[in-house]
């Protein structure tokens, strides 16, 4: 059994908390799956998950592993994403790419619909240059992109419009939150932030440092307890929802973990006066693909998914 297979049998447990929904996603059987969990236990020396009613619930270890190979696993999806396209894409075939958080959030339930009409939608994900990259090449047809770091997009022959406007938000668990001075914060006091546990999207404290800087003005004297730092959005909503600590979050990723009560709103700028950190994505796609005209080079099944994601 190939370490990739295996590390496909753990992150897919690992997100749908189930062994048996887990081996649906990756069309295996249930024991299959025990098996690929046992033995990539057996070769780590380590316990991943702990079995019980509430279905399989990951190890510290687990978590931590979690965060060192999804990078990795989306880069090696993403290359067979593009190998295939090269090799087998089919005429109703439309490729979108993105991060990984903003495809599965915002635009993966809006395109459900179109399956249903003999569209394949692939996602393609990966680093920022890397999308870039494949966009300019024409291998990805739609793209979503973080409109404060889309720089270098060969946008010639292209239409490039806001796709989703909204907030990044300090979020944590019920259990952080009574850690924290609201009053002390609510006057404007960094120290109640610099004293608490923070959990970071990656070691520049992306997100959390943008926050502050609009928020309240400055960052000289934002020195936070980073007590975990997480190279994906996946890694880092899980930590937090497990109370590790308090960190920021875009308000569309986070959203149904704080409608669940999993997380809460550590704090509302607009209600202190103070500015709302805002976030735009763009989405870019081919300039002639609201034409009717025959010459066009988009295909129809693109067109469909560009309308659909812009009738929202």
């Not at 297979?5 to 025990?34: I, M, N, W």
């Not at 409109?147 to 806001?162: P, S, V």
């Not at 979020?171 to 932030?193: M, R, Y």
Request: glycine share 8%; hydrophobic share 40%.
């Amino acid at each position: 059994m190939s370490r990739y297979s295996l590390f496909s049998s753990f992150l897919a447990t690992y997100h749908a908390k189930s062994l048996r929904e887990a081996a649906g996603q990756c069309g295996v059987s249930q024991p299959a799956l025990s098996r690929h969990i046992k033995q990539l236990e057996e070769d780590l020396g380590q316990r991943l998950f702990e079995r019980g009613p509430r279905g399989a619930t990951p190890t510290d270890f687990a978590r931590t592993l979690v965060t060192q190979i999804e990078p990795a696993m989306d880069d090696l999806q993403r290359v067979w994403q593009l190998h295939d396209r090269q090799h087998s894409t089919g005429p109703g075939s439309v490729y979108v790419g993105g991060h990984p958080g903003v495809l599965s959030s915002l635009v993966m339930p809006q395109i459900v619909p179109l399956l249903s009409q003999g569209i394949a939608v692939h996602f393609v994900s990966g680093g920022l240059s890397q999308l870039v990259s494949d966009f300019n090449a024409r291998a990805v047809d739609i793209l979503i992109s973080n409109a404060a770091y889309d720089t270098g997009l060969d946008i010639a022959g292209m239409k490039q419009q806001i796709f989703y406007q909204g907030a990044h938000v300090l979020v944590g668990s019920a259990a952080q939150a009574d850690t924290l001075d609201s009053k002390a914060l609510a006057a404007g006091d960094l120290e109640v932030l610099n004293n608490a546990d923070w959990v970071g999207y990656g070691e520049m404290l992306r997100f959390a440092t943008e926050y502050m800087k609009t928020v309240f003005g400055e960052t000289e004297n934002f020195k936070p307890n980073v007590v975990m730092t997480v190279p994906n959005i996946f890694g880092m909503l899980t930590a937090l929802i497990e109370g590790v600590g308090i960190g920021v979050l875009p308000d569309f990723f986070c959203r149904e973990a704080l409608e669940s009560g999993q997380l809460v709103k550590l704090y509302s700028p607009e209600t202190h006066g103070k500015p709302v950190p805002e976030h735009q994505l763009h989405i870019t796609y081919p300039n002639d693909a609201g034409s009717e005209d025959e010459k066009s080079t988009v295909s129809a099944p693109v067109k469909q998914v560009i309308n659909c994601l812009l009738s929202k």
